[in-house]
């Protein structure tokens, strides 16, 4: 059910960082160095307080907020919260819809994209 | 991926709340009960709150009866100063109170048991010093069955959760329900116009107030009335509105 091909993500300077480090395996969020909250998706500029933010190695571990499985299209639609705070949009692979719940402890996988670098996606822990 | 984010939305209110396909479905049913006297709605047939829960599976647990239809269409306005409009000969319909609110993706943040309603409702309500409870009509704009959900609570109709008791048995269905809503069909089973869908909401609101609605479905005495909608996603950007029309 992953087969789905996934549109290469635009590309600009802001989130090169975090491209080149999801080619790697990493995956990258962004913490305010001044109220040192973490945000989702990453800024320059901290959402929160507008202070510096600066670049960190995220767990990969979460829990499903919210979900909507297409099971026709083949791939469900989830927010997941990550560990360090920020809740993200993204799809959840690798699992059958209907074992997902709420609250469930989810993991990162990168999933491959249509010629562009690897995106952050979840699967059951 | 309209409806997958709308789906999460509601995925997330019946976890929260304990809301229920059946109670969201009630929302299609009452729209369908209006679209049956509109000779323009694309859908005409009453239909039940099982048939919704029959309807095809869209995006879990929004049901294809769930989502709004997809049409041409458009609509205007006529906004005048009152020397002009009395001079119309038509009955007049004043703004009593207008706002706006934009809710964004929070840095993270995120709460879907929300929108932007909840911001620009009481604003509009505040401006126009009237409540919710005043209310003869309301129009709320229908992508989906939980769209109308989450801004009757925002606005106050009922306790936030409380949406889904607050629809059923008819509620919304004129000369049935308390809150009359969409007598034309709304989107659901009238017309949506891509990013149109919002002025048509004003229009029936007009219309009621006029006392021009169709006889079927004309709420007696409509004296206030209010139109919302939000524009954007749902479950996760987007601009809500929220205007108290009042007759004069």
Redesign the interface.
């Given at each position: 059910m992953s087969e789905r091909k996934i549109t290469a993500p635009a590309n600009n300077p802001e989130s090169e960082p975090f491209y080149k480090a999801a080619e790697e395996g990493k995956f990258l969020i962004r913490r305010c160095t001044a109220c040192k909250k973490a945000h989702w998706y990453p800024r320059a500029v901290c959402p929160f307080c507008f202070g510096e933010t600066a670049w960190e190695e995220a767990s990969g571990k979460g829990v499903i907020y919210s979900y909507s499985p297409m099971r026709r299209a083949g791939y469900t639609l989830a927010y997941v919260t990550l560990a360090e705070g920020p809740t993200m949009m993204t799809n959840i692979v690798d699992t059958d819809p209907d074992s997902l719940s709420i609250g469930q402890a989810v993991k990162l996988k990168f999933v491959p994209t249509d010629g562009g670098p690897p995106v952050p996606c979840f699967t059951a822990a | 991926?309209t409806?997958?984010?709308?789906?999460?939305?509601?995925?997330?209110h019946m976890?929260q709340f304990g809301t229920t396909s059946e109670q969201l479905a009630w929302i299609k049913v009452a729209a369908s009960h209006h679209a049956q006297w509109n000779e323009h709605a694309m859908l005409r047939n009453v239909v039940t709150v099982q048939e919704v829960l029959d309807s095809p599976?869209?995006?879990?647990?929004?049901h294809r009866l769930d989502c709004c239809i997809i049409s041409d269409g458009g609509g205007a306005l006529v906004v005048v100063k009152p020397e002009i409009a009395r001079q119309l000969k038509r009955p007049l319909v004043k703004i009593m109170g207008a706002a706006e609110a934009p809710k964004g993706?929070?840095?993270?943040?995120?709460d879907?048991s929300y929108c932007g309603a909840a911001w620009s409702g009481p604003a509009a309500f505040a401006e126009a010093g009237v409540k919710p409870a005043d209310m003869k009509y309301a129009s709320i704009y229908d992508s989906f069955t939980i769209t109308v959900l989450m801004q009757l609570e925002d606005l106050g109709f009922c306790a936030k959760g409380e949406g889904g008791r607050f629809v059923m048995d008819g509620n919304l269905i004129s000369g049935v329900g308390k809150l009359p809503f969409n007598t034309d069909g709304g989107g659901l089973c009238n017309n949506h116009p891509a990013n149109r869908g919002g002025i048509t909401k004003v229009i029936e609101a007009v219309r009621q107030l006029r006392g021009e609605a169709h006889p079927k479905v004309q709420v007696p005495n409509c004296d206030l009335a209010v139109a919302t909608g939000i524009g954007g996603l749902l479950?996760?950007r987007h601009g809500a509105a929220t205007v108290v029309l009042g007759r004069e």
């Open positions: - | 991926m409806t997958n984010v709308y789906g999460m939305v509601a995925k997330r976890h599976m869209v995006s879990d647990p929004l993706q929070m840095g993270g943040d995120v879907l479950g996760s």
